[in-house]
């Protein structure tokens, strides 16, 4: 196996994810994690795979047009801007939910009983709007590409949509989840070009996880 190029997330999960890829022998075993999360492209000479560290909703777009075969990034992410790639493995780290969440002073515990035109704020508009629309509640959507949970203590928004994974943040700022939208993990993704050209290598490769996240699982 070698000479795949891999868009890895960086932050929390990266770490987590490179442990899983070196179990399956895709990332040479005595690669330093400290050293390699310095650099933005790098090349394990003992596999010959290459490496690029990217923010988690940026991996999708690397693997889409070509500049890496493979990437790891979360459901989320793959549900909120339906690139062009082929979902290969999940490997059932980086759990969280995206939710529904209101201020707990609105005495609100439904989701039916949100009032039309309501402001969301959210980083994941596509997702929301398809939400709401199934629903059948209009609301408008305010985009924030982070601190969601901000917007409605200073008026932004009425409510969120937002990830979480333990909730903490969400009681910090006395929100209340009131929906749950989808779960999510992190995935192994391939773009339409390299799943044909490199077949082989990837098809290990995603035989190796699952049997590694198998294993975890046991």
């Given at each position: 196996m070698g000479d795949i190029i891999t868009a890895l997330p960086k932050g929390r999960l990266l770490k987590v994810v490179v442990d899983i890829l070196k179990k399956a022998d895709f990332i040479s075993?005595?690669?330093?994690?400290?050293?390699?999360?310095?650099?933005?492209?790098?090349?394990?000479?003992?596999t010959g795979n290459s490496f690029l560290l990217a923010k988690p909703k940026d991996v999708p777009v690397y693997v889409e047009h070509g500049a890496a075969d493979i990437g790891v990034t979360g459901k989320d992410v793959i549900l909120e801007h339906d690139r062009r790639l082929y979902e290969l493995a999940d490997l059932k780290v980086g759990w969280c939910k995206l939710v529904v969440a209101v201020p707990e002073a609105k005495g609100i515990t439904r989701v039916e009983d949100i009032p039309e035109h309501s402001r969301v704020?959210?980083?994941?508009?596509?997702?929301?709007?398809?939400?709401?629309?199934?629903?059948?509640?209009?609301?408008?959507?305010?985009?924030?590409?982070?601190?969601?949970?901000?917007?409605?203590?200073?008026?932004?928004?009425?409510?969120?949509v937002d990830i979480t994974s333990t909730g903490t943040t969400l009681r910090k700022n006395n929100l209340l989840p009131i929906a749950e939208i989808c779960e999510s993990t992190s995935r192994l993704v391939v773009n339409n070009v390299?799943?044909?050209?490199?077949?082989?290598?990837?098809s290990k490769l995603m035989t190796a996880i699952k049997e590694e996240v198998?294993?975890?699982e046991d």
């Open positions: 075993k005595d690669l330093d994690i400290e050293e390699m999360s310095r650099q933005l492209v790098f090349t394990d000479e003992k704020a959210t980083s994941f508009p596509t997702i929301t709007r398809e939400f709401f629309q199934k629903m059948g509640i209009q609301v408008d959507i305010i985009y924030l590409n982070g601190s969601v949970e901000l917007a409605p203590l200073i008026d932004l928004a009425d409510l969120i390299s799943y044909k050209t490199k077949y082989q290598a990837v198998a294993n975890n």
